[in-house]
Nanobody, 123 residues
Framework: QVQLVESGGGLVQAGGSLRLSCEAS????????MGWFRQAPGKEREFVVGISWSGGSTYVVDSVKGRFTISRDNAKNTMYLQMNSLKAEDTAVYYC????????????????WGQGTQVTVSS
């Protein structure tokens, strides 16, 4: 069992920045990737960005490329999402996820989920 705790959501104006954090604990030895998903009201949960457990590889969807940056601090077992130039369409609940099936956008690769943190971008 892996526990994931997110923090850092909030309300920001369009064009602003936020940084999300996700700390992993528990039986992480067989996990090889982490990712951020988001779910807007009335929409499916969608993959946004992911990173290998070592931090050596990343996967970023086109809609956030150049604006969002993912990183890891392996010593702290923590993943970060730096979000810049935020847009109203980035408003969603952001979920941290971890899995042991390789890095990729498919939801099925991820077994462990955080509770979610709300990001609201006002226009």
């Amino acid at each position: 069992q892996v526990q994931l705790v997110e923090s850092g959501g909030g309300l920001v104006q369009a064009g602003g920045s936020l940084r999300l954090s996700c700390e992993a604990s528990g039986r992480t030895f067989n996990r090889d990737a982490m990712g951020w998903f988001r779910q807007a009201p009335g929409k499916e949960r969608e993959f946004v960005v992911g990173i290998s457990w070592s931090g050596g590889s990343t996967y970023v969807v086109d809609s956030v490329k150049g604006r969002f940056t993912i990183s890891r601090d392996n010593a702290k077992n923590t993943m970060y999402l730096q979000m810049n130039s935020l847009k109203a369409e980035d408003t969603a609940v952001y979920y941290c996820a971890a899995g042991g099936y390789g890095l990729g956008p498919e939801r099925g690769r991820y077994d462990d989920w955080g509770q979610g943190t709300q990001v609201t971008v006002s226009s």
